[in-house]
């Protein structure tokens, strides 16, 4: 995804996959918080010479801090949170980090959502204040560490000034500082007024991985229990006084624009307060849902339906294949001499796939509470952007910025759905209309067919192999459209977009006379937007079908072949093996399965996956078992790695076999899971997860899980029928009687 590089133009040096530190110094101050805490903040590179006052910290050093740890006088700990939790444990993985240096027991950590605030709550390895691209715990590896490591040090100091000895004689534990020597203890709560009083030391030390006492232990979610108990606040549970409900209809082409609407039987209805029209699109407001649903289907609308009204899907493939053929495309990499390999080679394989539109269907629909004033505008969202959001709503509002206060929430999943703000843009068109703080919730219907979507793609590979079946040349072309042109378009150089390029443009294997490019083809008036990892999702589905493919043209066992080509990348080899070790690759299995295994670099993790596959007579497909081998460096929290492994892999099922959004005459077909299907409970298939020990820097573990999913599906579904499938999702009438 787009995070896995925005680091490199903006935080160079990060931690990577060897595991070195951030290469700009980390910067550390500590003053009083407010209520007398002891806040320590911290910042990364130039921010941190930015002339800012953190909210609470009494000082003259100038910097902006990413994210604040407080120790109150109670000894309460609290992490006020520059992420946001959808689900994927950054609640409990952030604090973990804290904890471990700050040696408190993780159960007295809390946590606070942080304002937006680009400058003080910046994900350092971006820029910006960002949740997304498996990056929140790379991203906060060292730095969180830091923050309690200082915090530690610092009360220590304060103790054992107190005691006039010295500090190399006092240690931490428990929330405690102890004096070996005496036996004399005193709580943290007692030493925070002293320790803000202190020098903020430059360099503290880490903890050595073999001291750890956290991390890499199950610990149990720190926001299971108010979920479980509904105390938990997602922006749809947002209360505001005097609040209506508000629900909308979109032109319903992509493009359209409204002409007329009769709202008569509309504002009849009871509880319907007002009919707000916009350029392409009618909201009805209400004091309850009901209502506002019921007004909405009282509407007599007249839309034009603008120049997209006769778009159909085989439109858009259309146009992507012609650019394939006949545009040139922007060079990603060029070793060797790909077209004289491949016109050399003993062996040529040739191959074309194709990856649909998906949306991103988050439990919780799009939702935007908005109370606008002349003077000032209040919103409560989930979002993953914050500060984004906060300036969407400042411009479309005609607000400066410092008078948009936003509160963010918990989300109902993400998947890059949030990373949007469109939402809030319209929330805050609405309320311009509505005469009071107004809640616009968005029908799973109207979210479905008026959504982001992950864009549809067409790939072209080519391949040359020696009489030993060994890759002598590689070309592959994707074209389709680039998020990153609309979403940062400074990044978008040279016609190279690196985002979409993840996966293909690096694959795992050593590949001699390689050549990849890069056509941009945008789908008229479609809204294309990240999905979980928008770059791998796509591409490690069709690099590794086709490496598949290699291996059946050279005749070879497809992970036999795969270990061939990572001879150079040992941890790549090292998940690829286990998967295939733990899944019994090569067993026996009965007439219509089969086993196809995957192996991906993404996110800054490793990962292979071997999925066994049944396929019926009527072209049925079951995915019975996948298991998972997973190098994702130091792990933080195992519980957390495996279920994300696993809703990963359960979502990139739902994808792979009937993930599609299709269009017709110009209009979306799907609407709800009737017809955008989801895995259901039983069809969910045994997962078994197996995480490689490692003592390199954190990878991501968000989105791996999906990337590596729909090619071991597909590789064996043709081990199973014989059937190669080069397209998404799965089609049961390719495999009737296959």
């Known amino acids: 995804m787009i995070f896995d590089h925005i680091a490199e133009d903006t935080v160079r040096g990060a931690a990577g996959p060897s595991g070195g530190t951030l290469s700009r110094r980390t910067f550390l101050m500590a003053g009083a918080a407010v209520g007398g805490g002891l806040l320590i903040g911290v910042g990364f590179g130039a921010a941190a010479t930015a002339p800012a006052k953190a909210a609470g910290v009494v000082g003259s050093a100038a910097f902006s801090p990413n994210a604040f740890v407080r120790v109150d006088p109670d000894g309460q700990v609290t992490v006020t949170m520059g992420y946001v939790e959808m689900g994927q444990g950054t609640y409990t993985s952030v604090p973990m980090l804290i904890a471990e240096e700050l040696e408190v027991d993780l159960a007295s950590v809390r946590f606070e959502h942080a304002p937006p605030n680009d400058k003080l709550y910046a994900n350092p390895l971006l820029g910006l204040q960002v949740t997304g691209g498996s990056t929140t715990v790379r991203a906060s590896w060292e730095p969180m560490r830091r923050a309690g490591a200082t915090a530690r040090v610092m009360l220590v100091t304060a103790a054992a000034g107190a005691w006039k ?102 504002l009849a209805v009871r509880g319907v307060r007002k009919v707000v029209r916009l350029d392409d699109a009618v909201a009805v407001i209400a004091d309850h849902m009901g209502a506002a649903k019921k007004g909405l289907a009282a509407l007599n609308i007249q839309w034009d339906d603008g120049p997209n009204a006769k778009l159909q899907t085989a439109d858009i493939v259309r146009e992507l294949e012609e650019a394939a053929n006949t545009k040139a495309g922007a060079v990603a990499r060029n070793e060797g001499d790909a077209d ?140 389709g459209s680039s998020v990153i042109a609309r979403w940062a378009p400074a990044l978008l150089k040279n016609g190279v977009d690196r985002d979409t390029l993840q996966c293909i443009a690096e694959p795992p294997y050593a590949l001699p006379n390689i050549f990849v490019d890069y056509v941009q083809q945008e789908p008229p008036g479609i809204p294309t937007a990240f999905w979980r990892g928008v770059g791998p999702t ?109 809703s990963g892999i359960i979502f990139g099922i739902s994808a792979a076999l009937h993930g599609a959004i299709t269009l017709k005459d110009g209009r979306v077909e799907q609407s709800n899971f009737n017809n955008y299907p989801v895995v259901r409970m039983n069809e969910a298939p045994v997962i078994d997860i197996h995480i490689v020990k490692s003592g390199e820097a954190p990878g991501g573990m968000g989105e791996p899980g999906t990337s590596a999913l729909a090619p071991a599906v597909t590789n064996a579904i043709y081990a199973a029928a014989g059937k190669r499938l080069r397209k998404l999702p799965v089609d049961p009438a390719e495999l009737k009687h296959a």
Not at 181 to 209: D, M
């Open 340 to 479: 004289r390999a491949l016109a050399s080679a003993v062996t040529r394989v040739e191959a074309a796939y194709e990856v649909p539109f998906l949306a991103h269907a988050t439990m919780e629909p799009m939702n935007c509470t908005v109370d606008l004033r002349a003077d000032r505008c209040e919103l409560w969202l989930g979002s993953q952007v914050l500060a984004r959001a906060q300036a969407a709503a400042a411009q479309t509002a005609g607000l400066p910025l410092e008078k948009v206060t936003v509160h963010n929430h918990l989300l109902g999943g993400g998947f890059g759905r949030r990373l949007e703000v469109d939402y809030v843009i319209r929330a805050v068109q609405i309320a311009k209309q509505a005469g009071g703080p107004v809640k616009v919730i968005w029908t799973r219907e109207e979210d479905m067919q008026h959504g982001m979507y992950r864009p549809y793609f067409y790939f072209r590979f080519a391949a040359g192999l020696d009489a030993e079946g060994q890759p002598v040349g590689w070309k592959s072309r994707l074209v």
């Open 538 to 646: 796509r591409n490690v589905f069709a690099v590794e079908s086709f490496i598949d493919e290699l291996a059946t043209a050279a005749k070879q066992d497809p992970v036999a072949y795969r270990r061939g080509l990572l001879s150079k990348n040992p941890r790549a080899k090292a998940v690829l093996e286990l998967a295939a070790e733990q899944s019994g690759w090569g067993q026996a299995l009965p007439k219509g399965r089969g086993r196809g295994v995957s192996v991906q670099f993404a996110f800054g993790s490793y990962m292979a996956q071997v999925a066994e596959v049944e396929v019926g007579k009527d072209g049925d497909v079951r995915v019975r078992r996948v298991v998972c081998a997973v190098d994702c460096g130091t792990v933080v929290n195992p519980d957390t790695v495996r279920a994300q492994i696993e």
């Open 165 to 266: 000895v010295d500090p190399a004689s006092c240690h931490a534990e428990k929330g405690e500082v102890i004096h070996a020597t005496s036996g004399r203890r005193i709580k943290y709560g007692a030493l925070v007024a002293a320790a803000a009083k202190l020098p903020v030391p430059e360099q503290v030390p880490l903890k050595r991985p073999q001291d750890f006492k956290l991390i890499g232990t199950p610990a149990k979610r720190l926001d299971t229990p108010a979920k479980v108990n509904g105390t938990s606040r997602y922006g749809i549970d947002a209360r505001v006084a005097g609040m209506k409900i508000a629900t909308l209809v979109s032109s319903p082409v992509f493009g359209g624009k409204l002409l007329s609407v009769d709202d008569s039987k509309a």
